[in-house]
């Protein structure tokens, strides 16, 4: 099976997503939709956010300029605690 995540990523069809609270690499379907993550720091649930939704400041690829390097995308993981995890 492992084979089969890897030949989908291969061919572009998915892509793989490393939550920084997460000791596992996560897939998703790859799509042209622009998109973050966040993610349940105390049950690892990760959920796409819209990136025209204001979540805060994020610094843009923009202050990349002037370190010599070619900007080929973005991974934006927000942390936080979800609804389930912060009622008792």
Request: aromatic share 2%; charged share 10%; net charge negative.
């Amino acid at each position: 099976m492992h084979n089969i995540v890897q030949d989908l990523a291969g061919a572009g069809i998915l892509q793989r997503i490393s939550p920084p609270a997460s000791n596992a690499a996560l897939y998703e379907i790859a799509d042209e939709h622009a998109h973050h993550h966040v993610q349940c720091v105390r049950c690892g649930r990760v959920v796409d956010v819209p990136a025209s939704e204001p979540t805060g400041h994020v610094q843009s690829a923009d202050s990349a300029h002037g370190t010599g390097m070619t900007i080929i995308g973005v991974e934006v993981t927000y942390l936080g605690v979800c609804a389930s995890c912060s009622t008792p």
